[in-house]
């Protein structure tokens, strides 16, 4: 069983659910045109829209946004955290969060596009694909932001 203390996967279950829900259905809003959506594309510069591309502007967005929604609430639930931990630290926190987020999905989507080419997917399996994507990172940037938050009052009280 996990402490209060230690941050994990289900305390990021929620806010991950609601994630891949709302952005599921944005990127669904923005493919439900098109009779199929290319997963990747073999050109950077081709302006075409992907469940990658979708994938990395969703990964930007929330690695900023929940990087600071999570350690301000981090910090407003623990006094010792909020006394041994800066805004500067948050700063910090949420550019490795979002260099993270944006150099892991770039990465799998040259990978993916270097292995299986271009694949085209309905305008629904692309939104659950991007809403998939969205509930992982939800659970890796709120669980990575509280365990750092909580490891730098740690260092900090010694």
């Not at 806010?15 to 709302?22: Q, V």
């Not at 490795?96 to 309905?122: D, E, H, I, K, Y």
């Not at 909580?150 to 010694?158: V, Y």
């Amino acid at each position: 069983m996990q402490s209060q203390s230690t941050p994990g996967v289900r305390g990021a279950l929620v806010p991950a659910l609601i994630n891949a829900a709302i952005n599921g259905g944005i990127a669904f809003n923005g493919m439900r045109g098109s009779p199929a959506v290319p997963l990747s594309v073999s050109t950077i510069g081709s302006g075409e829209a992907t469940v990658w591309s979708e994938a990395v502007a969703v990964g930007l967005g929330l690695g900023a946004i929940l990087s600071v929604i999570t350690a301000v609430l981090a910090r407003r639930a623990d006094p010792d955290t909020a006394a041994h931990t800066a805004a500067g630290d948050i700063g910090w926190l949420t550019l490795q969060n979002v260099l993270l987020l944006f150099g892991a999905t770039v990465a799998l989507a040259v990978l993916w596009q270097r292995v299986a080419g271009t694949v085209t997917v309905s305008p629904v399996m692309g939104a659950l694909l991007v809403a998939v994507y969205a509930g992982v990172a939800t659970v890796v940037i709120d669980v990575r932001t509280r365990r750092t938050l909580l490891d730098l009052a740690r260092s900090r009280r010694r």
